[in-house]
């Protein structure tokens, strides 16, 4: 479904000329302690597109009431009338909502209860479209919100139908190799694959993340950010049905110093409406719109997955299985991010991975996480002999990171024998690290011998002293027994 345009009117003064004309509200008295306020409904909404026709389906559309403030009481029992007969010629609607609005038809009636100063919202009904409308076509919803203690508030929203979907390229796009601080190239295109002209002009809005920002190159874009992270372009031109469109030139982002990652987001438009907040215009030349190559635009939104240069070296940080034959022992380990690139929430931390020495177990893995003490915090191996697999990005580590790069969890290690040289191994693994030669490093076990006291206490040793104790007692026994019947 294309993205839908919801206008608003704001500030105190829009606020006052829209609760004298288009919400007529009427006059409160002296008596009235409190007062309503519609001012958070959207005056214009995009209800769906025309190519959608009965296939669209819109549930977006609610009424925010509001307490205005300075009230001395609640406002009690507000309810909200809502009479969508106004939309007869471009929509049908039907029952949807929270579970509190009730009514058939084109009326329906929705419960808000009583209020002190916050606002609530109802949803009164689904709104499902119609074939045969074309763009731009149009109809009005009528609601008055009512309470005891407060004079009646009307309001109206106008639906109007959109103009054709505008696809992008259903495939994400992977770019690597930028380099931070070099400017790169984007250039989004889209297709109108119905049979209504988009006449009204088309937008285009891009946003980055993850430490992409755009430079404002064009006239006929406007920026928000400091520095942009967003843009919205405007091509009066339009687009012709059934037709393929790219940018004639591409826009410019460019990558932070320390980035490893980024995203770019794009979206087209047959129903120009600038967003809030962009608020710079690019001081270059316009760009236009130019045809392409069609193909396969069945996406909503055009997306790129961003790489650059930057790296984020990992180093395991190892130990030694140390102790005596019977021991079992802690050892520490995990990754050292050398950097330079920092990592951000959005990007996978990548892994380590075990392989104990021979002549070990690994008896636990164990942490804590929200007053719960796990006992493995890294998958085991299916083989003995395999690997454990520590996931950087696992609850098991989402506390464990110190302040100079370091992530280590204590493995719990049972030496079960001495065997000369042996040596474990952990490996890390991590997709912004491009210096393999310093992801591997060894785990030494340094085994000693078992104090002579565990050999004692070893259960085949007490199973053969309680063999001959009982056959000691045995022959005792007989002998008192010999002794006696003679």
């Given at each position: 479904?294309?993205?839908?345009?919801?206008?608003?009117?704001?500030?105190?003064a829009?606020?006052?000329?829209?609760?004298?004309?288009?919400?007529?509200?009427?006059?409160?008295?002296?008596?009235?302690?409190?007062?309503?306020?519609?001012?958070?409904?959207?005056?214009?909404?995009?209800?769906?597109?025309?190519?959608?026709?009965?296939?669209?389906?819109?549930?977006?559309?609610?009424?925010?009431?509001?307490?205005?403030?300075?009230?001395?009481?609640?406002?009690?029992?507000?309810?909200?009338?809502?009479?969508?007969?106004?939309?007869?010629?471009?929509?049908?609607?039907?029952?949807?909502?929270?579970?509190?609005?009730?009514?058939?038809?084109?009326?329906?009636t929705?419960?808000?209860?009583?209020?002190q100063?916050?606002?609530?919202?109802?949803?009164?009904?689904?709104?499902?479209?119609?074939?045969?409308?074309?763009?731009?076509?149009?109809?009005?919803?009528?609601?008055?919100?009512?309470?005891?203690?407060?004079?009646?508030?009307?309001?109206?929203?106008?639906?109007?139908?959109?103009?054709?979907?505008?696809?992008?390229?259903?495939?994400?796009?992977?770019?690597?190799?930028?380099?931070?601080?070099?400017?790169?190239?984007?250039?989004?295109?889209?297709?109108n694959?119905?049979?209504?002209?988009?006449?009204?002009?088309v937008?285009?809005?891009?946003?980055?993340?993850?430490?992409?920002?755009?430079?404002?190159?064009?006239?006929?874009?406007?920026?928000?950010?400091?520095?942009?992270?967003?843009?919205?372009?405007?091509?009066?031109?339009?687009?012709?049905?059934?037709?393929?469109?790219?940018?004639?030139?591409?826009?410019?982002?460019?990558?932070?110093e320390?980035?490893?990652?980024?995203?770019?987001?794009?979206?087209?438009?047959?129903?120009?409406?600038?967003?809030?907040?962009?608020?710079?215009?690019?001081?270059?030349?316009?760009?236009?719109?130019?045809?392409?190559?069609?193909?396969?635009?069945?996406?909503?939104?055009?997306?790129?997955?961003?790489?650059?240069?930057?790296?984020?070296?990992?180093?395991?940080?190892?130990?030694?299985?140390?102790?005596?034959?019977?021991?079992?022992?802690?050892?520490?380990?995990?990754?050292?991010?050398?950097?330079?690139g920092?990592?951000?929430?959005?990007?996978?931390?990548?892994?380590?991975?075990?392989?104990?020495?021979?002549?070990?177990?690994?008896?636990?893995?164990?942490?804590?996480?929200?007053?719960?003490?796990?006992?493995?915090?890294?998958?085991?191996?299916?083989?003995?002999?395999?690997?454990?697999?520590?996931?950087?990005?696992?609850?098991?580590?989402?506390?464990?990171?110190?302040?100079?790069?370091?992530?280590?969890?204590?493995?719990?290690?049972?030496?079960?024998?001495?065997v000369?040289?042996?040596?474990?191994t952990?490996?890390?693994?991590?997709?912004?690290?491009?210096?393999?030669?310093?992801?591997?490093?060894?785990?030494?076990?340094?085994?000693?011998?078992?104090?002579?006291?565990?050999?004692?206490l070893?259960?085949?040793?007490?199973?053969?002293?309680?063999?001959?104790?009982?056959?000691?007692?045995?022959?005792?026994?007989?002998?008192?027994?010999?002794?006696?019947?003679?």
């Amino acid at each position: 479904m294309a993205p839908r345009t919801w206008a608003r009117i704001t500030g105190r003064a829009a606020l006052a000329a829209l609760l004298a004309t288009a919400f007529a509200p009427a006059s409160a008295t002296a008596s009235d302690a409190v007062a309503l306020s519609l001012e958070d409904v959207p005056r214009t909404v995009v209800v769906y597109n025309a190519d959608e026709g009965a296939k669209a389906t819109d549930r977006r559309f609610e009424v925010p009431v509001h307490i205005v403030p300075g009230n001395s009481e609640p406002a009690r029992n507000i309810e909200v009338v809502v009479d969508a007969s106004g939309l007869k010629d471009i929509a049908r609607v039907t029952k949807g909502g929270y579970g509190n609005c009730t009514g058939s038809g084109w009326v329906y009636t929705c419960v808000y209860g009583t209020l002190q100063n916050d606002g609530e919202s109802n949803a009164p009904f689904d709104i499902l479209g119609l074939d045969g409308v074309r763009p731009g076509d149009s109809g009005t919803v009528t609601y008055t919100a009512t309470a005891d203690n407060a004079a009646p508030v009307t309001g109206t929203t106008r639906m109007v139908v959109g103009g054709p979907t505008l696809g992008t390229p259903g495939k994400k796009l992977k770019v690597d190799g930028v380099t931070p601080g070099e400017p790169a190239p984007l250039t989004p295109e889209f297709a109108n694959h119905t049979r209504f002209r988009a006449d009204r002009g088309v937008a285009l809005r891009v946003e980055t993340g993850g430490g992409l920002t755009l430079r404002t190159r064009h006239s006929n874009c406007s920026y928000a950010g400091a520095p942009p992270t967003s843009a919205w372009c405007l091509f009066p031109a339009g687009a012709a049905p059934w037709a393929a469109y790219r940018t004639s030139a591409p826009l410019s982002y460019v990558a932070a110093e320390k980035a490893l990652h980024g995203t770019l987001s794009y979206r087209w438009s047959s129903d120009p409406e600038k967003p809030a907040g962009h608020t710079v215009r690019g001081t270059g030349a316009p760009i236009t719109l130019t045809g392409t190559e069609d193909g396969d635009f069945d996406g909503i939104n055009g997306d790129v997955e961003v790489d650059t240069t930057v790296q984020a070296d990992y180093r395991p940080v190892t130990g030694t299985v140390r102790g005596r034959v019977g021991d079992t022992v802690e050892v520490r380990l995990g990754v050292r991010d050398l950097g330079p690139g920092e990592l951000t929430n959005d990007e996978a931390k990548g892994r380590f991975e075990v392989v104990p020495p021979e002549g070990t177990t690994v008896t636990s893995v164990p942490y804590d996480f929200e007053d719960l003490n796990p006992r493995w915090g890294c998958e085991r191996p299916e083989k003995p002999g395999g690997a454990f697999v520590c996931d950087l990005d696992d609850d098991a580590f989402a506390w464990a990171r110190e302040d100079d790069g370091t992530t280590t969890i204590v493995f719990h290690v049972r030496i079960d024998r001495q065997v000369a040289g042996a040596r474990g191994t952990i490996r890390t693994f991590s997709p912004y690290d491009r210096t393999p030669g310093n992801d591997t490093a060894a785990v030494p076990l340094e085994a000693s011998p078992a104090p002579a006291y565990r050999s004692v206490l070893r259960p085949a040793v007490w199973a053969a002293v309680a063999v001959g104790v009982v056959a000691a007692v045995g022959l005792v026994a007989v002998r008192r027994h010999r002794r006696r019947a003679g």
